[in-house]
């Protein structure tokens, strides 16, 4: 055999031991996650396993992003929660097969570049608070059943079983790389628990992950109108939260990888999972940061590993429940605290004193909202919205007049910043218009008018010029201000006249009379 092959991407070599190795660990971190998301919306727990079977596979084969591992996730859990408590599973469903269309319209709309509107702050932000996230849901297995604290040797025991699990992830990549560190310290904390007979929690004392291939199912509702305006807003909720989570990971794997991926390639292949997650008794879900991870980490960066753990997931659901079930949660829960400890951007706290305080202040807020309120969509919407708020102020303040007085007594009026509606204000106060001569020049060379508040700003100073009998030349404004305003000629009154002076500029001119 070789020791290399392509999978679905020719473009890419693919180590077989790596992909194969790292694939089955992820397929072990899948099950005690899948579960506790699916117990989260109030499903059972075969419903998330069924829907980590499902999106893995299919983004794994059709996503845009090789290495990257896609599942049932905590966000989508959180939305579909309240729709499963109110109308029941099948809703829930009929939800998720219509988030999948949402998410391939968006696709094919081509929305995954608007992620290049989401600025490293709110990046930093959404990483650290899923790393908090990841962390704080693992001490839950140091609780008992009842929600107390482990005391005595039941603690002890699994405390060090943790941290052997931790230790081993850790060192083994310092000695040997011929075998993924965290299946290898899933396989040793599983053999001392087996072998030397220790008492403690299991993936089984969970629940039980015995279930057969995942039964295709039409959602059993009315196709009303009614039952419409009830799924849509789950619907659109789901789609949203999926594509920004999933995108986001995306970021996150390409800085990794140091590979670029194909957001909207990605955008299509997570609604056809979702779609086909309704469709075979699945909750639905996106891109898994902790997963992703954990793949990444262990050198997978193709399609096969991806493949690999959900066909495991499925061999573990259909054939292997009694020996799965008997892997400690220690194991999973060791690993994904280094996932948390890796996933943490520590790089972020060291560029506080560097960084801009309003974007220290968004990290932290995108931070705090992403832990606080577990809603991922909400957190990065609104670090987008403050660092757009904060640059549009940043730039209103930078709008800027050198003036002066030529030979003829002509006063210039040079304008440098963009001219938009933030800076509009700024602008007007610029001028001098009773104190100044007969005619005046204001030369836009170093700046852009922007929207239509800026050309109504324009307007509105040439009209204060004209009903004081005062001739107003614009000068140097770039092409694209020239379409815009060519374009607002309708609604705002607009001369141009070519200003023979200036091969490459236009002089727009208000004859007055």
């Not at 998720?96 to 509107?117: C, E, N, S």
């Not at 194909?262 to 997570?270: D, F, L, M, S, T």
């Not at 400890?341 to 960084?355: D, I, K, N, P």
Request: net charge neutral.
């Amino acid at each position: 055999m070789k020791k290399y092959l392509n999978l679905f991407d020719f473009s890419q070599k693919v180590n077989y031991r790596t992909e194969v190795l790292s694939g089955l660990t992820v397929a072990l971190a899948l099950v005690p996650e899948a579960i506790a998301f699916a117990l989260i919306a109030g499903l059972s727990p075969l419903t998330g396993l069924y829907a980590a079977f499902v999106m893995g596979l299919v983004t794994s084969i059709l996503g845009g992003r090789p290495g990257m591992i896609s599942g049932a996730t905590g966000a989508v859990a959180v939305v579909i929660v309240s729709l499963a408590r109110d109308y029941g599973v099948e809703y829930v469903f009929a939800a998720v097969v219509f988030a999948g269309m949402l998410q391939i319209i968006a696709g094919l709309l081509r929305l995954g570049k608007l992620m290049r509107l989401v600025p490293h702050p709110v990046i930093f932000g959404f990483v650290n608070g899923l790393a908090i996230i990841i962390f704080m849901s693992q001490l839950d297995q140091f609780k008992t059943l009842d929600g107390s604290w482990l005391t005595g040797s039941t603690l002890y025991i699994f405390l060090g079983l943790v941290l052997l699990t931790m230790l081993v992830i850790w060192g083994l990549p310092r000695l040997s790389k011929v075998v993924p560190a965290s299946l290898a310290a899933i396989l040793l904390v599983f053999g001392i628990v087996f072998f030397f007979n220790i008492e403690t929690r299991t993936i089984g004392d969970i629940a039980s992950i015995q279930g057969s291939f995942p039964p295709f199912h039409i959602p059993d509702l009315p196709f009303t109108l009614e039952t419409l305006k009830i799924i849509f807003p789950y619907a659109a909720i789901v789609a949203g939260v999926g594509l920004i989570e999933s995108l986001l990971t995306l970021n996150i794997v390409d800085e990794i990888t140091e590979t670029r991926g194909r957001g909207n390639k990605e955008a299509v292949a997570q609604g056809t999972a979702n779609i086909l997650s309704g469709l075979f008794s699945g909750m639905g879900g996106c891109a898994m940061i902790g997963q992703s991870l954990i793949n990444t980490s262990n050198g997978a960066r193709a399609r096969l590993s991806g493949i690999v753990a959900a066909v495991m997931l499925l061999a573990f659901i259909m054939f292997g429940s009694s020996l799965i079930e008997k892997v400690p949660m220690a194991a999973l829960t060791g690993l994904m605290i280094m996932v948390a400890l890796g996933t943490f951007e520590w790089a972020s706290l060291r560029t506080f004193r560097r960084m801009p305080k309003s974007d220290v202040l968004v990290m932290i807020l995108v931070t705090l909202v992403t832990v606080f309120l577990h809603n991922l969509a909400l957190a990065v919407l609104v670090g987008v919205i403050i660092s757009a708020l904060v640059f549009a102020w940043d730039n209103a303040i930078r709008i800027r007049a050198r003036k002066s007085i030529d030979e003829d007594g002509v006063k210039h009026y040079e304008i440098y910043g963009p001219l938009f509606f933030g800076s509009t204000t700024l602008f007007a106060e610029k001028f001098d218009v009773l104190n100044d001569p007969d005619e005046v020049v204001i030369d836009f060379a170093e700046s852009r008018v922007v929207d239509m508040s800026a050309i109504e700003a324009v307007n509105k100073i040439t009209e204060r010029y004209r009903k004081v009998g005062k001739k107003v030349h614009l000068k140097h404004l770039s092409k694209d201000c020239i379409r815009l305003l060519k374009n607002a000629d309708d609604i705002i009154e607009v001369n141009m006249l070519e200003d023979p002076t200036y091969k490459v500029a236009v002089d727009k001119i208000w004859p007055y009379k």
